[in-house]
């Protein structure tokens, strides 16, 4: 059986920005198990926004437009909505937490698909019981 993670932005991010980086290669590995179909993948609708908004923030509108069409057509990568249910739940789990609502919202996408592990940079996950950080370079 295949592994099911949820993926948080800075996998797609790593690429585009740090090509020198470790991280940039551990990145470009996991999205080609991805697209490869050798794990399951999920993200929140919500990644788009933040992939878009810091790519334009470093390198300019033009790319992060080709980077936000090249995210939303990722091969065999699910999208979770974000609705009000998940934004509820986020609530709580800001509140339980303390994270950031960004955090609390891809927290809350992981629960709705039953997802416990992110693999992710941000260590604001670590320490959340719902969840299991695996971090990009592992």
């Known amino acids: 059986m295949k592994e099911t993670y949820y993926i948080d932005s800075n996998v797609f991010l790593y690429p585009v920005l740090y090509n020198d980086l470790k991280e940039s290669e551990k990145a470009r590995e996991i999205l080609s198990q991805i697209e490869g179909k050798n794990i399951h993948a999920y993200t929140s609708t919500l990644t788009w926004d933040e ?36 934004i509820r739940r986020s609530q709580m789990l800001r509140e ?8 609390s919202i891809h927290l809350s996408c992981a629960i709705e698909r ?3 592990e992110i ?9 959340i019981k719902e969840i299991k950080r695996i971090p990009v370079k592992q």
């Open 119 to 127: 693999i992710s940079d941000d260590t604001d996950f670590d320490g």
């Open 114 to 116: 039953n997802i416990s």
């Open 96 to 103: 339980k937490y303390n994270l950031k609502p960004r955090d």
């Open 51 to 86: 992939i878009s908004y810091v790519v334009e923030r470093t390198l300019g509108k033009t790319d992060a437009i080709e980077v936000g069409k090249k995210f939303i057509n990722f091969p065999f990568l699910r999208y979770i909505p974000v609705d009000e249910e998940i």
